[in-house]
């Protein structure tokens, strides 16, 4: 089955971005009727610009809180658009607050779609594993304040990486529920440990939810085989609680090679 083509309307251009945002103000990328988002934010930087640039579309959809380092985005822009892309993340970062900015711009290679042409999406959720918080991680990892096993939480990441049904992890989703989950390791470092977590797509907080799953297999909550039959069970209630949104970024996206950016 061949791919679809995606193309910007008639007269206008599509231009790719790299953003790069700190979640703690918004209630996530989507635009909303009554909150700040990412979405917003940034079409109000091209509105600064241009009239009629349409708003933008990220390869993924982030939560109220969660950061991204690198998202993917395109952006259909009038054909009267006259700012040159290499110029375009400075002109944007100009009308941008401090919480959000564009690492750099091109344009789109031809049939280029930010969220549909996506093949894997890349998250990491950091972990604070210490006796005491530290001020320069608030906001930013996940205070953990005891030891983690992290040999029994990279053997419970193991049970699940592969396609299953994931509806045990995820929160209030009406879509089906099988996934690929491509990786899942946890990282051990110091003070932040990183928990890296790869697939095409992911449901409602379900990456939330495994991070909040591994964490009872490090504090010897749960035996890590005990993972399983949580996945098969498909019931909420028996995988661990969605951990907090300011320890989860998005880290970067892949396309196919016709998309690749230029050097």
């Known amino acids: 089955m061949t791919a ?24 996530g990328w989507q ?16 509105s600064r ?21 690198a998202m993917p985005v395109h952006v259909d822009v009038p054909g009267s658009f ?6 375009l993340a400075r002109a944007l970062n100009a009308h941008l607050p401090p919480s959000v900015a564009v690492l750099d711009a091109c ?10 042409s996506c093949t894997e999406r890349r998250y990491v959720y950091r972990l604070l594993p210490a006796a005491q918080r530290h001020p320069l991680w608030h906001g930013r990892a996940l205070h953990v304040p005891g030891p ?15 396609t299953h049904d994931f509806a045990a992890f995820a929160t209030q989703e009406d879509r089906q529920t099988v996934r690929e989950l491509r990786v899942l390791r946890v990282e051990p470092g110091w003070p932040v440990w990183e928990i890296h977590v790869h697939g095409e797509s992911f449901l409602r907080h379900m990456v939330r939810g495994l991070v909040g799953t591994l964490l009872l297999a490090g504090q010897d909550k749960r035996a890590p085989e005990d993972v399983a039959a949580i996945l098969h ?8 609680a969605n951990v907090a949104a300011h320890g989860l970024y998005f880290a970067g996206a892949s396309y196919p090679d016709r998309f690749l950016r230029p050097d």
């Open 148 to 162: 983690l096993d992290a040999q029994a939480m990279n053997a419970a990441a193991a049970v699940l990486v592969g």
């Open 107 to 116: 344009a789109a290679p031809p049939g280029f779609h930010a969220r549909f």
């Open 233 to 240: 069970g498909r019931q909420r209630a028996q995988a661990g």
């Open 4 to 27: 679809p083509e995606f193309r910007p309307p008639e007269g206008y251009t599509r231009l790719r971005l790299t953003v790069a945002w700190d979640g703690a103000p918004y209630a």
């Open 82 to 87: 006259r700012v040159p892309p290499e110029k």
């Open 31 to 46: 635009a909303q009727p009554n909150a700040p988002s990412v979405q917003d934010t940034l079409h109000g930087a091209f």
């Open 49 to 69: 610009l241009t009239s009629g640039a349409f708003r933008p579309v990220a390869a993924g959809r982030t939560d109220a809180g969660v950061h991204a380092e």
